[in-house]
Each structure stands twice: as structure tokens, then as C-alpha cells.
């Protein structure tokens, strides 16, 4: 069965200081899919990135960035210079190849003081 | 950009009453889906709908869940009796089968 941990379950962190948030993640499937989105408090989410199991390469965004380590199963998310407006729940997610079996993380609540 | 659009956007029902929540997905997907989140909890898997019926479900989703494709362009989610642990946001969702999904902005659902 896919399983997938977000251990910190709150994060606070004053304006401007970077914030990484944890995901680990259990499969059998050999090629698989990881996602991350954002719930901010009005309750819909927002897709931030879609990660597939052969691309190892970590990805940046702006001040988002995530770090992909296929060997510990971990999936984490970097904030840099935290902005008030990046307060919300973080969420990761993994997929099947083809969407099946899509299942969330307990997620994150981020909240960053002014 | 096409998206998922959900109706209705928060629905306040009588314990007991019948809900149907609506969603359209993208055009040319192939599998829908149903999630709910209880306040302040994860988000929680329903049902997988493809080729018109059910392809998986959850504990979840018990005998006073049902979903149907009525049309081509509608999936709706029907609860028969709601309780008031049914209050939740509801999320559907849609995927052309490529390992991506597309989620609506929920149906925020309140049973008192």
C-alpha cells in the first residue's frame, strides 16, 4: 500500500528565514509520481510540483525548491526567505503512473509570523 | 487553462437530508475521483470512477455513497442520509490517466 509521512505536523518561522517541510514516502510501485500542494486557509489546492520516480534532478522555483532522494524515499520542500502569504497546509502526494492509488500526507501547517 | 468546476460551493443540510455535490471535470479525462477532508484533517480518498463505474473505493465510502455520470459531462456525488461526521470538504477530481490530477476547489459541505 502507498503511505506517505509528513512527521511535522506544525512549522512556525518568523519572516525572511528559509523553512524545509519533510516528506517521506513508502511504495512498491518501481516508476511512481510525487506531488506537492498548498491549502491556503480558503480551502481549495493549489498545485505546486509533479515529480516523477526516474528524475532525480532537484527542482527550483522561484523561492520554492525541492530536493528528490530517491535512496531514503524523501520528497522535501524548500521555502527560502518565507513570506507571510506562504502561510497555509503543505501537502505531498503520490501517485501510481497513471494517477491510480493517489493518496495524501497528514500535512504540514506553515505558518509564518510577520 | 481547463479545470474542474464544482457545485455547489458550500451547501449547509439538515441531518438526515439527501446531498448531491457536482462536478464537471476536464474534457477527455478518463478517471474521476471523490476526496473528503474533515476540518483540519488530511485529505482522504473515496472513490475512483473510470469506464462508468466504480474502480475503487475506501472504507469511507459505504453503502450512503453513491456516484454517477449521469450525462458526458457531469459526476456527481450523492450522500443518502448525511450525518453530521459528513461535514467536510468535498474535492472531485479528474485525470487523463497520465499520473496527473486534476482537483476542483471543493464543495464545502455542513450537516447541523
Known amino acids: 500500500a502507498q503511505k506517505v509521512t509528513q512527521a511535522q505536523t506544525e512549522i512556525s518561522v518568523v519572516e525572511k528565514e528559509d523553512v524545509t517541510l519533510d516528506c517521506v514516502y513508502e511504495?512498491?510501485?518501481?516508476?511512481?509520481?510525487l506531488f506537492w500542494y498548498k491549502q491556503p486557509p480558503s480551502g481549495e489546492l493549489v498545485f505546486l510540483i509533479r515529480r516523477n520516480s526516474f528524475d532525480e534532478q532537484n527542482e527550483i522555483s522561484g523561492r520554492y525548491s525541492w530536493n528528490f532522494q530517491k535512496s531514503t524515499s524523501s520528497f522535501n520542500f524548500t521555502i527560502t526567505a518565507s513570506q507571510v502569504v506562504d502561510s497555509a497546509v503543505y501537502f505531498c502526494?503520490?501517485?501510481?503512473?497513471?494517477?491510480?492509488?493517489?493518496?495524501f500526507g497528514p500535512g504540514t501547517r506553515l505558518s509564518v509570523l510577520p | 487553462e481547463p479545470e474542474v468546476t464544482q457545485t455547489p460551493s458550500h451547501q449547509v443540510t439538515q441531518m438526515g437530508q439527501e446531498v448531491i455535490l457536482r462536478c464537471v471535470p476536464i474534457s477527455n479525462h478518463l478517471y474521476f475521483y471523490w476526496y473528503r477532508q474533515i476540518l483540519g484533517q488530511k485529505v482522504e480518498f473515496l472513490v475512483s470512477f473510470y469506464n462508468n463505474e466504480i474502480s475503487e473505493k475506501s472504507e469511507i465510502f459505504d453503502d450512503q455513497f453513491s456516484v454517477e455520470r449521469p450525462d458526458g459531462s457531469n459526476f456527481t456525488l450523492k450522500i443518502r442520509s448525511t450525518k453530521l461526521e459528513d461535514s467536510a470538504m468535498y474535492f472531485c477530481?479528474?485525470?487523463?490517466?497520465?499520473?496527473?490530477?486534476?482537483f476542483g476547489e471543493g464543495s464545502w459541505l455542513t450537516v447541523v
Open positions: 477530481a479528474s485525470s487523463p490517466g497520465t499520473g496527473f490530477i486534476y
Open positions: 502526494a503520490l501517485s501510481g503512473v497513471y494517477g491510480q492509488n493517489f493518496v
Open positions: 511504495t512498491r510501485d518501481t516508476t511512481y509520481y
